[in-house]
Nanobody
């Protein structure tokens, strides 16, 4: 599966951006997709994830209440709506995907659990 992320850009603090990520082939109902980010000199970290089967979501503490992950099964796409952006949200944002063995596998926040990765889209928040 190839993932194509888009929607990054430069925004002032307090502003909003919407990231999109489209999968290259039909996703299955056992799919999970997530967003991670990596700032310069830091490790890649979890932002949010969504389970295809039932729209179950999970968020990092830093994104809870400001970011919303959603999916469009018909378009094999996942989105990340980011509101109230802060300078510390500046990073390269990656979408990621994993295909699980069961419908009810718990969402993961671990980088190593995701097999498929997009190329990243830069988000820069100015103060």
């Amino acid at each position: 599966v190839q993932l194509q992320a888009s929607g990054g850009g430069l925004v002032q603090a307090g502003g909003s951006l919407r990231l999109s990520c489209e999968a290259s082939r039909r996703t299955s109902s056992k799919f999970h997709m997530g967003w991670f980010r990596q700032a310069p000199g830091k490790e890649r970290e979890f932002v949010a994830a969504i389970r295809w089967f039932d729209d179950n979501t999970d968020y990092a503490d830093s994104s809870e209440g400001r970011f919303t992950i959603s999916r469009d099964i018909g378009k094999d796409s996942v989105y990340l709506q980011m509101n109230s952006l802060k300078p510390e949200d500046t990073a390269l944002y990656y979408c990621a995907a994993r295909n699980t063995m069961s419908f009810r596998v718990t969402l993961s926040k671990a980088v190593h659990d995701y097999r498929f990765w997009g190329q990243g889209t830069q988000v820069t928040v100015s103060s």
